[in-house]
């Protein structure tokens, strides 16, 4: 298996601009995750999906953040417009079932990004 | 408030020593806890897992302890070597709401002198 893949790996883009993270999960894996990691606040949950439905988006920032699951196989994450303080590391992870039932989280290697 | 923390110094030991760290929490009261490694530049790696019921677990050269009267857990690693050193991160969940995701603690630094 191929594991979690994130795209871009970085991401530089210019304050006021949109920006979209993408993820593959894990083929199988019904939990999707989007999370965030900075050196003050360390990973933040931002918003889980279970069968591609969003559960919980209490983490997301702000209303400029919003995220996707069209199916079971991809999951977007948008800012729009960017602002310098949205810079960090963004992470995808997935996992079978939810994490209660012994289930961990796998992670993709994130995608660093850059607002200036 | 919830919180969860991890020792945000790094740990520096000896190779071949045991390295133990601490994830303390308050008002919380999850049900299960998992430990994680990260390396720079990577995703968090999964390691163990331990519920509110177990009060130790073993996985090779690893043990996790888990005491909710503390309200604390810790993460042993005997027999270090240089290669685990990395960033080690606990995360905590909880069944009695309907949220099914980890809230993680900061993480601390270990580093093995060869």
């Known amino acids: 298996d191929a594991g979690v893949i994130q795209s871009p790996r970085h991401e530089v883009t210019e304050m006021g601009q949109e920006v979209t993270l993408r993820c593959k999960p894990i083929?199988?894996?019904?939990?999707l995750f989007w999370y965030r990691q900075t050196m003050m606040r360390g990973l933040e949950l931002l918003i889980y999906?279970?069968?591609?439905?969003?559960?919980?988006d209490s983490g997301m920032p702000e209303d400029r953040f919003s995220a996707k699951m069209p199916n079971a196989s991809f999951s977007t994450l948008k800012i729009q417009p960017s602002e310098p303080r949205d810079s960090a590391v963004y992470f995808c992870a997935s996992s079978f079932r939810d994490t209660t039932r012994n289930s961990p989280l796998h992670f993709g290697n994130g995608t660093r990004l850059t607002v200036t | 408030s919830q919180k969860i923390e991890q020792n945000s110094e790094a740990l520096n030991i000896q190779e071949g020593k045991t390295a133990t760290l601490t994830c303390n929490y308050t008002?919380?009261?999850?049900?299960?806890l998992q430990w994680y490694r990260q390396d720079p530049g990577r995703g968090p790696v999964f390691l163990l897992l331990i519920r509110e019921n177990e009060k130790e677990k073993r996985k090779e050269r690893l043990k996790v302890t888990f005491d909710t009267t503390l309200k604390q857990s810790l993460f042993h690693i005997t027999a270090s070597q240089p290669a685990d050193s990395a960033t080690y991160l606990c995360a905590l969940g909880r069944v009695d709401t309907g949220r099914r995701a980890l809230t993680f603690g900061s993480g601390t630094r270990l580093q093995v002198q060869p």
């Open positions: 999906f279970n069968n591609n439905v969003p559960i919980d």
């Open positions: 083929s199988g894996h019904d939990y």
């Open positions: 008002n919380y009261s999850p049900a299960y």
